[in-house]
C-alpha cells in the first residue's frame, strides 16, 4: 500500500508538469492551429531564469515572477516574429518554425546561462512528509497545489471572462470569430505569452525536484506532445487528464514492470489508445465533409 | 510526357555531374566524408518525401527505420556471424516488416495523431535499442565490421563517397520515376484529398502502406550505408532528434520535391559543419536560419526557388 501510494503521488507529481505543458501545447494550438514544439523551452528558461535570478540575489517569489515575465516576452517575441509573418503556412511548415525556434532558445540559454545542471532550493525544505509509509517530498505538494491553481485560473479565465470567450471563440471558428469583431491577431499573441507563462510555471515549481538545464526542453515537449494527443488535441481537459495519465502510466510502469522501459508504457499506451479511440481519449469525433 | 521524361533524365544527369565534379573542389578527405554524411542523409530524406511529399502522410519517428538499417549491419556480423551484405539485406526486409504491420493501424489516423503515433514508434525503437545494451551496446553505441563485397574491403572516405554517391543516384533515380507510375499518381490522388482518391478508386489504405513501407526502406539501406561508413553507431541516430532532423531537410527542401530532400540534405548537414566556426553561437544561427528560411521560402529551398526562376523568366 505504501509501496502504491508512493508511485501514485510521484506518478501524479511528474504528471501534472506534462499536464502544464499539455494546456500550454492547446492554448497555442486552440487559438491558432500551430503545434509549438518550442512548448518545452518555455518550461526550460522558467527553470534556468529562477535559477540564475536567484543566485544574482532576487529573493525566490521576485526570481520567480521575473522568469516568468522574461518567458512571456520571449513568447510574444516568437509569436511577432516567426508565427506571424508565417500567417498561411502549411502545419508542418509552421511546426519546423517551432522546431527551428526551440534550437534557437536551446542555443540562447547555453549562451547567456551555460550547459551545467542547476538545482532550486525546494519551497518549503527537504524533509519528506510520511503520508500512510510513503515518503512524499513538500515540493511535490507545491507542483500539484500549483497546476491546480493555474487549471483553476485558466478555466475561470476562459468561462467567465470577455476576453476569454474570445479565446475560445477562436479556437472554435477563427473566421467566424473575426466576423463579430474578434481580433484573432491579438488573441493569438495573448496565447503565445499565456503559455508561455504556464510553461514557464512548470519549471519553476519542477526545477527543486528534477534540476533544470538549457537541454531539459526536449524532453517535455515530447511527452507535453504525447499527453495532448492522449486527451484529445484542442481539449483543455483532456489535456490537464492525459498529462496525469501519461505520469501515472510512467510511475507505475517503472515502479512495477521496468524502469528503464518507463517510456515506453507510455508510448505503447498511447499507440493502443489511437488505435482504439483514432481522435484521443477526449477528442472530438471529426465528420469529414466532402 | 518527353519533357517530362526528358527533365527527369536531365535531374539524374546534373547529380551525377556534381557527385562526379564535387571531388576536384575538395582540398581534404575531410570533404569527402562530409558529402558522403549529405548523400546518406539525401538518401533517407528522399525515401521520407515519397511518404510526406507524395502521399501527404507525416512521420515523426522515421529514425526507428534508419536505426533499424544501422543496427542490423551492425549486430549481424557481430553476434551473428551473418556476413555484412546479408545484414543490410535482412536490416531493409525488417524495416519493410515493421513498417507494413504498424503501419496498417498507424496510418488510419490523420495529421497530429498520425505525427505522435509515428513519434511514439521511433521512440520505443530507440528505447529498445539503448535498453538491450547486450545485443546493441546501449547508449555508448557499438563498432561496426567493415563492409566486404566479393572480397573488396568497402572502406575509406574517398570510397565511400563514391558508394554513397552511387546509392543516392539509384534511390533519386527510383523516387523520380515513381511519381510517374500509376502508384506515384494515387500518391499524389490521396496526397490533395483522400475522399477524392477513393471516389475515383484508389484503395487509400494500400498506397498509405505501399509509401510508409517505401519510405521505410530508403531509411534503412540509409542507416546501413552510415554504419558501414562510420565504422560505429549509437542511439542517437534511431533517437527523436535524428527524425526531426529529416523531417526538416524534407520540408526545408519542399516538399515533394526529390531535388529539395537533396539540397534540405546539403544545407542542413554542412550548415552545422560551417557553423561550428562561430562555436557557441552554432546552435542559435542554425535556428535562425531554419526560421528564416521557412518565413521567406515556405513551400522549401527548391519549389520556391523554382518558382522565382520562372517568374523571372517569364517576365
Same mark, same amino acid.
Given at each position: 500500500?505504501?509501496?502504491?501510494?508512493?508511485?501514485?503521488?510521484?506518478?501524479?507529481?511528474?504528471?501534472?508538469?506534462?499536464?502544464?505543458?499539455?494546456?500550454?501545447?492547446?492554448?497555442?494550438?486552440?487559438?491558432? !492551429?500551430?503545434?509549438?514544439?518550442? @512548448?518545452?523551452?518555455? &518550461?526550460?528558461? #522558467?527553470?534556468? /531564469?529562477? %535559477?540564475? $535570478?536567484?543566485? =544574482?540575489?532576487?529573493?525566490?517569489?521576485?526570481?520567480?515572477?521575473?522568469?516568468?515575465?522574461?518567458?512571456?516576452?520571449?513568447?510574444?517575441?516568437?509569436?511577432?516574429?516567426?508565427?506571424?509573418?508565417?500567417?498561411?503556412?502549411?502545419?508542418?511548415?509552421?511546426?519546423?518554425?517551432?522546431?527551428?525556434?526551440?534550437?534557437?532558445?536551446?542555443?540562447?540559454?547555453?549562451?547567456?546561462?551555460?550547459?551545467?545542471?542547476?538545482?532550486?532550493?525546494?519551497?518549503?525544505?527537504?524533509?519528506?512528509?510520511?503520508?500512510? !509509509?510513503?515518503?512524499?517530498?513538500? @515540493?511535490?505538494?507545491? &507542483?500539484?497545489? #500549483?497546476?491546480? /491553481?493555474? %487549471?483553476? $485560473?485558466?478555466? =475561470?479565465?476562459?468561462?467567465?471572462?470577455?476576453?476569454?470567450?474570445?479565446?475560445?471563440?477562436?479556437?472554435?471558428?477563427?473566421?467566424?470569430?473575426?466576423?463579430?469583431?474578434?481580433?484573432?491577431?491579438?488573441?493569438?499573441?495573448?496565447?503565445?505569452?499565456?503559455?508561455?507563462?504556464?510553461?514557464?510555471?512548470?519549471?519553476?515549481?519542477?526545477?527543486?525536484?528534477?534540476?533544470?538545464?538549457?537541454?531539459?526542453?526536449?524532453?517535455?515537449?515530447?511527452?507535453?506532445?504525447?499527453?495532448?494527443?492522449?486527451?484529445?488535441?484542442?481539449?483543455?481537459?483532456?489535456?490537464?487528464?492525459?498529462?496525469?495519465?501519461?505520469?501515472?502510466?510512467?510511475?507505475?510502469?517503472?515502479?512495477?514492470?521496468?524502469?528503464?522501459?518507463?517510456?515506453?508504457?507510455?508510448?505503447?499506451?498511447?499507440?493502443?489508445?489511437?488505435?482504439?479511440?483514432?481522435?484521443?481519449?477526449?477528442?472530438?469525433?471529426?465528420?469529414?465533409?466532402? | 510526357?518527353?519533357?517530362?521524361?526528358?527533365?527527369?533524365?536531365?535531374?539524374?544527369?546534373?547529380?551525377?555531374?556534381?557527385?562526379?565534379?564535387?571531388?576536384?573542389?575538395?582540398?581534404?578527405?575531410?570533404?569527402?566524408?562530409?558529402?558522403?554524411?549529405?548523400?546518406?542523409?539525401?538518401?533517407?530524406?528522399?525515401?521520407?518525401?515519397?511518404?510526406?511529399?507524395?502521399?501527404?502522410?507525416?512521420?515523426?519517428?522515421?529514425?526507428?527505420?534508419?536505426?533499424?538499417?544501422?543496427?542490423?549491419?551492425?549486430?549481424?556480423?557481430?553476434?551473428?556471424?551473418?556476413?555484412?551484405?546479408?545484414?543490410?539485406?535482412?536490416?531493409?526486409?525488417?524495416?519493410?516488416?515493421?513498417?507494413?504491420?504498424?503501419?496498417?493501424?498507424?496510418?488510419?489516423?490523420?495529421?497530429?495523431?498520425?505525427?505522435?503515433?509515428?513519434?511514439?514508434?521511433?521512440?520505443?525503437?530507440?528505447?529498445?535499442?539503448?535498453?538491450?545494451?547486450?545485443?546493441?551496446?546501449?547508449?555508448?553505441?557499438?563498432?561496426?565490421?567493415?563492409?566486404?563485397?566479393?572480397?573488396?574491403?568497402?572502406?575509406?572516405?574517398?570510397?565511400?563517397?563514391?558508394?554513397?554517391?552511387?546509392?543516392?543516384?539509384?534511390?533519386?533515380?527510383?523516387?523520380?520515376?515513381?511519381?510517374?507510375?500509376?502508384?506515384?499518381?494515387?500518391?499524389?490522388?490521396?496526397?490533395?484529398?483522400?475522399?477524392?482518391?477513393?471516389?475515383?478508386?484508389?484503395?487509400?489504405?494500400?498506397?498509405?502502406?505501399?509509401?510508409?513501407?517505401?519510405?521505410?526502406?530508403?531509411?534503412?539501406?540509409?542507416?546501413?550505408?552510415?554504419?558501414?561508413?562510420?565504422?560505429?553507431?549509437?542511439?542517437?541516430?534511431?533517437?527523436?532528434?535524428?527524425?526531426?532532423?529529416?523531417?526538416?531537410?524534407?520540408?526545408?527542401?519542399?516538399?515533394?520535391?526529390?531535388?529539395?530532400?537533396?539540397?534540405?540534405?546539403?544545407?542542413?548537414?554542412?550548415?552545422?559543419?560551417?557553423?561550428?566556426?562561430?562555436?557557441?553561437?552554432?546552435?542559435?544561427?542554425?535556428?535562425?536560419?531554419?526560421?528564416?528560411?521557412?518565413?521567406?521560402?515556405?513551400?522549401?529551398?527548391?519549389?520556391?526557388?523554382?518558382?522565382?526562376?520562372?517568374?523571372?523568366?517569364?517576365?
Amino acid at each position: 500500500m505504501a509501496e502504491f501510494l508512493q508511485f501514485l503521488i510521484s506518478g501524479l507529481t511528474v504528471g501534472a508538469v506534462y499536464a502544464l505543458v499539455a494546456l500550454g501545447f492547446t492554448l497555442i494550438y486552440n487559438a491558432s !492551429g500551430v503545434v509549438n514544439f518550442a @512548448q518545452g523551452e518555455f &518550461v526550460m528558461l #522558467g527553470g534556468m /531564469v529562477t %535559477v540564475f $535570478a536567484s543566485a =544574482a540575489g532576487a529573493p525566490l517569489p521576485l526570481a520567480a515572477l521575473i522568469a516568468i515575465v522574461a518567458a512571456v516576452i520571449i513568447g510574444l517575441l516568437l509569436h511577432r516574429l516567426a508565427i506571424e509573418p508565417a500567417r498561411g503556412a502549411s502545419a508542418v511548415t509552421l511546426i519546423i518554425i517551432t522546431i527551428g525556434a526551440s534550437i534557437l532558445l536551446r542555443g540562447l540559454a547555453a549562451i547567456v546561462f551555460d550547459k551545467q545542471f542547476h538545482k532550486l532550493p525546494a519551497f518549503t525544505g527537504e524533509t519528506p512528509i510520511d503520508i500512510l !509509509g510513503a515518503a512524499v517530498q513538500p @515540493q511535490s505538494f507545491w &507542483v500539484l497545489g #500549483g497546476t491546480a /491553481v493555474v %487549471v483553476v $485560473a485558466l478555466y =475561470a479565465f476562459l468561462e467567465h471572462t470577455i476576453l476569454g470567450k474570445a479565446v475560445l471563440a477562436t479556437a472554435a471558428n477563427r473566421l467566424a470569430a473575426r466576423l463579430v469583431g474578434i481580433n484573432t491577431t491579438t488573441i493569438m499573441a495573448l496565447a503565445f505569452g499565456g503559455s508561455a507563462a504556464i510553461g514557464a510555471v512548470a519549471g519553476i515549481l519542477v526545477t527543486p525536484i528534477t534540476l533544470t538545464n538549457y537541454d531539459v526542453g526536449t524532453l517535455l515537449a515530447l511527452k507535453g506532445f504525447a499527453a495532448a494527443m492522449l486527451g484529445g488535441m484542442g481539449n483543455p481537459l483532456g489535456a490537464v487528464v492525459g498529462g496525469l495519465l501519461l505520469g501515472l502510466l510512467e510511475a507505475f510502469g517503472a515502479g512495477y514492470l521496468s524502469s528503464t522501459y518507463k517510456d515506453a508504457f507510455a508510448f505503447l499506451v498511447i499507440l493502443f489508445v489511437l488505435f482504439a479511440a483514432p481522435q484521443g481519449l477526449f477528442g472530438r469525433r471529426v465528420v469529414e465533409r466532402v | 510526357m518527353g519533357a517530362l521524361l526528358n527533365q527527369r533524365f536531365l535531374t539524374l544527369v546534373v547529380l551525377a555531374a556534381v557527385i562526379a565534379v564535387l571531388p576536384l573542389l575538395f582540398p581534404s578527405s575531410y570533404y569527402f566524408r562530409v558529402a558522403s554524411l549529405v548523400w546518406v542523409a539525401a538518401l533517407a530524406a528522399i525515401g521520407l518525401n515519397i511518404l510526406m511529399g507524395q502521399a501527404g502522410q507525416v512521420s515523426l519517428g522515421h529514425a526507428a527505420f534508419f536505426g533499424i538499417g544501422a543496427y542490423a549491419v551492425a549486430i549481424g556480423p557481430t553476434h551473428l556471424g551473418i556476413p555484412s551484405w546479408a545484414a543490410l539485406l535482412i536490416g531493409a526486409v525488417l524495416s519493410a516488416v515493421l513498417a507494413y504491420l504498424v503501419g496498417r493501424p498507424i496510418l488510419r489516423l490523420k495529421g497530429h495523431y498520425l505525427a505522435i503515433a509515428t513519434l511514439g514508434l521511433g521512440v520505443l525503437v530507440a528505447l529498445v535499442i539503448s535498453t538491450e545494451s547486450g545485443w546493441t551496446g546501449g547508449p555508448d553505441g557499438m563498432p561496426v565490421e567493415r563492409l566486404t563485397l566479393f572480397g573488396w574491403r568497402v572502406s575509406g572516405s574517398y570510397t565511400w563517397y563514391w558508394v554513397t554517391g552511387a546509392l543516392l543516384l539509384i534511390g533519386t533515380w527510383i523516387a523520380l520515376n515513381l511519381d510517374e507510375t500509376p502508384t506515384g499518381r494515387a500518391f499524389r490522388a490521396l496526397h490533395d484529398s483522400e475522399v477524392a482518391a477513393q471516389v475515383v478508386g484508389v484503395d487509400v489504405a494500400r498506397f498509405k502502406l505501399q509509401a510508409f513501407v517505401i519510405a521505410a526502406v530508403y531509411a534503412s539501406l540509409a542507416g546501413s550505408a552510415l554504419a558501414f561508413m562510420n565504422g560505429f553507431i549509437n542511439p542517437d541516430q534511431a533517437g527523436f532528434l535524428h527524425s526531426v532532423e529529416l523531417v526538416t531537410i524534407v520540408v526545408l527542401g519542399g516538399l515533394g520535391s526529390v531535388v529539395g530532400s537533396i539540397v534540405g540534405a546539403a544545407v542542413l548537414i554542412t550548415l552545422p559543419q560551417a557553423l561550428t566556426v562561430f562555436h557557441e553561437y552554432e546552435h542559435l544561427l542554425l535556428g535562425l536560419i531554419i526560421i528564416v528560411s521557412m518565413i521567406f521560402m515556405r513551400n522549401g529551398i527548391v519549389p520556391s526557388l523554382s518558382a522565382l526562376l520562372l517568374r523571372r523568366a517569364r517576365s
